[in-house]
């Protein structure tokens, strides 16, 4: 299985009303068997769900034809050198990638130079459009990458100064998958569009492979003098590496030993964390817009400060430190004796494994709710509504509800510590030496999360590596710098789509246009180690991992 790059799906009748909010990342069917078995167990299924099923059956059968154009990928020797030399004459290092990104909710694109210097950036994001939906909505998703991608597209052109693109680009870069087929769709017509009317290749990229490439992004001068070859660069990752994504629809850790060279060595049996603490924050009554997670981490600090660190203060003055403790240790015995007295599990801890869980977390936090602070929790709502209590805003449910945030936070920053540090324990005991960590996503920006992580980086003696939040988040710059490293090593480059191909003559409208897509894309193999949590069955309608098709 893999980590879908979407939050939760809602699904509506046509009336707007919510039936149900399912999990895209979900472990128990493919997206495309969830998506079936959920339509025919609905009593009235739904336009979008007959949408959504005929998109997944039509990606079968173009998974099944496995080709972008009808012109194939640059396989030969002769032909790989062929695509080389057409970006060396049209400027080498200096050579421009476009990158376009329409998985999930932001429709997003970026020219890079193949040296790595970012020349322009464009995005539109869709927060506003699904905030009230408790998800992501596929068919308004669709109309707004529909509505977006030429806007943005030429937004990057005009920053960058392209005017002729079939002399200044020298390739297209877009996801492919994983992601929502009828939004995957939108940015691949433009991309085919792009190419065929150009004559320039295109570069089929997968969603995670882009999250963990851009961390190589090297910042790059316009036109510097630094030779391609002069490889080393301060924070910048090298392979191999470890990597681990956290966002509202990702969470996976993976062993990076080269581009195309991926394994999964763990990933969320559930919830991914974002959505954890999305949800969390929902059920405290926090503001969601865009994320709750920032909302959840300032409550937890606020906790932290106005709350532990007082009383702590006053512990130190009553507790006598004796001559022979250290600090730290008059530190541990300050911190024993002061402590939140909310505590949740932490997730998986008998499991030596690193998937992780995060809906249990959920759960407790749920419980918590309804005992300490008698709120009712409508389960029946996929936005999680809470009923709150009285004075459910008063300082003393405050300091609650913070007491329950810092729990939370708790239990979810040593569940990611637990698993991050098997990992790369795992990773060691391989004889691979990883060069440091890498952490990507939206919850990437969580500071305690960041402090964790630099710690068992240093316990590990290796860098963390965060890519700057603007590209941990899904961005354009990823997916065009994923192609610049196929398209360095000619891996899979599709052959420009034919002027006359349908793929460029059929219109917007017409739904018959020839792509390739792979919503369900896992992007690697998974690790032995972590092999017992998935079944076959789970697996057979799914494309071919990244790593073994190249
Ligand atoms: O990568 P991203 O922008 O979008 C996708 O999910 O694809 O990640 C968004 C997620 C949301 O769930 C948001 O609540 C979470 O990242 N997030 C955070 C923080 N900032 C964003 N979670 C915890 N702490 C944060 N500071
Ligand atoms: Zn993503």
Redesign the pocket.
């Known amino acids: 299985m893999y980590s879908s ?3 939760s799906i809602v699904v509506l009748f046509s009336g707007g009303e919510f039936v149900r909010s399912r999990k895209a990342n979900s472990k128990r069917l493919p997206r495309g068997a969830a998506a079936l078995t959920a339509a025919r167990f609905s009593a009235s299924t739904t336009i979008e769900e007959e949408e959504e099923k005929e998109e997944q059956m039509k990606d079968l059968k173009f998974d099944q034809k496995g080709i972008v154009s009808d012109a194939g990928v640059y396989k030969t020797k002769e032909e790989k050198m062929f695509l080389q030399n057409a970006i060396q004459l049209k400027g080498g290092k200096n050579a421009l990638i476009l990158g376009i990104e329409t998985s ?3 429709t997003a694109c970026a020219i890079v130079t193949k040296s790595g210097f970012v020349v322009s950036e464009a995005i539109k994001s869709q927060v506003s459009i699904h905030e009230n939906w408790g998800g992501v909505v596929p068919t308004l998703a669709k109309e707004a990458h529909q509505n977006a991608i030429d806007d943005v597209v030429e937004e990057c052109l005009r920053k960058a100064g392209v005017t002729d693109i079939g002399k200044q680009v020298s390739a297209v870069a877009v996801t492919v998958g994983p992601g929502l087929s009828m939004c995957l769709r939108v940015g691949v017509r433009k991309a085919q569009k792009i190419s065929g009317e150009y004559g320039i290749p295109i570069v089929p990229v997968h969603h995670m492979e882009a999250h963990c490439l851009v961390a190589r992004v090297k910042e790059e001068e316009w036109n510097s003098s630094r030779e391609e070859e002069e490889e080393e660069e301060n924070g910048v990752a090298k392979f191999p590496f470890v990597a681990l994504l ?5 969470n996976v850790l993976l062993k990076v030993e080269g581009v195309g060279r991926y394994t999964i060595l763990g990933q969320t049996l559930d919830d ?4 954890a ?2 949800k969390t ?1 929902r059920l405290l009554g926090l503001p ?1 817009g ?5 909302a ?2 300032k409550l937890a600090k606020e906790y932290e400060e106005i709350v532990l660190e007082p009383r702590r203060e006053q512990a130190r003055k009553e507790i006598e430190q004796e001559a022979h403790i250290t600090d730290e240790v008059f530190e541990k015995i300050v911190r024993k004796k002061v402590k939140n007295p909310i505590r949740f599990t932490v997730p998986l801890r008998k499991r030596k494994t690193c998937d992780f869980s995060f809906a249990g977390l959920k759960t407790n936090v749920r419980l918590a709710i309804e005992k300490y602070l008698g709120a009712v929790v409508d389960e029946s709502k996929p936005e999680q509504k809470v009923l709150p209590s009285e004075n459910w805003d008063g300082i003393e449910n405050r300091e609650t509800r913070a007491a329950i945030a810092h729990a939370f936070q708790t239990a979810a920053v040593t569940h990611l510590e637990d698993r991050v540090s098997r990992a790369l324990e795992w990773v060691e005991s391989d004889g691979v030496s990883p060069t440091c960590l890498v952490v990507a ?3 990437a ?5 960041r402090k964790s992580l630099l710690q068992i980086g240093s316990n590990h003696s290796i860098d963390v590596v965060f890519p700057k939040p603007s590209w ?3 961005n354009g710059v990823m997916v065009a710098w994923a192609g610049i490293e196929r398209l360095n090593l000619a891996l899979g480059v599709e052959k420009p789509v034919p002027r006359n191909s349908e793929a460029v003559r059929k219109d917007e409208k017409d739904r018959d246009v020839q792509v390739r897509l792979k919503p369900r894309w896992p992007l690697g193999e998974m690790d032995e180690r972590a092999i017992g949590e998935v079944k076959s069955s789970k697996v057979s309608k799914m494309a071919r991992p990244l790593g073994s098709s190249g």
Request: proline share 5%.
């Open positions: 790059p979407f939050k999930c909710d932001d956290v966002s509202g629809g990702h991914a964390i974002g959505e603490y999305d924050a969601v865009g994320g709750g997670g920032p959840l981490e996503g939206g919850v920006s969580n500071q305690k999360i941990c988040t899904d």
